[in-house]
């Protein structure tokens, strides 16, 4: 299961509010968003026992110093009371994607880092918008259709914005 992130926590403060993010213009009012998407999928992997959880995203703002947005992401799980059951040993982080293709392919690898073995499915949550860009990304690296699940949880901005993957 793959969670590609989407900006830095500052690793203290409330993390459903901006100020306590590194955030660009764009992303303001964004961070409750990004809750939702950690929840959607520990909330699957709760129910998958076979399921390993990746939090991909690298060191992706100077200010933030040596912060990945994945850190804050698997700190935001724990904060929340997330982990419950087994599902902390069954998550990890990417420390290293800056973009959408490196989420998919660096999650496919560290899956693989920490079970030894390549994944026979992947799940992601991510915006909805970008469905059709994880598929091209998906068919860039040749990983099967039938395998490849994407569960749009929400979007960054109002859905007759008309903005396209």
Not at 31 to 53: G, M
């Amino acid at each position: 299961m793959v969670v590609p992130c989407h900006a830095v926590w500052s690793l203290t403060g409330n993390p459903a509010m901006d100020i306590s993010w590194f955030l660009n213009k764009f992303q303001r009012g964004e961070p409750k968003l990004y809750l939702e998407h950690i929840r959607r999928a520990v909330e699957f992997v709760k129910s998958e026992s076979r399921a390993l959880l990746v939090f991909s995203g690298g060191q992706t703002n100077a200010a933030a110093g040596p912060i990945s947005e994945a850190q804050g992401y698997w700190l935001i799980a724990e904060r929340l009371g997330l982990w419950e059951r087994d599902v902390k040993h069954r998550s990890t982080t990417d420390e290293y994607a800056v973009d959408s293709f490196e989420n998919l392919l660096f999650s496919i690898c560290r899956f693989y880092e920490c079970v030894r073995v390549y994944p026979t499915r992947v799940k992601l949550f991510g915006w909805r918008f970008k469905e059709s860009r994880f598929d091209f990304h998906r068919l860039a690296i040749r990983f099967p259709s039938n395998a490849f699940e994407y569960i749009g949880v929400n979007d960054p901005f109002p859905a007759d914005f008309g903005r396209t993957g």
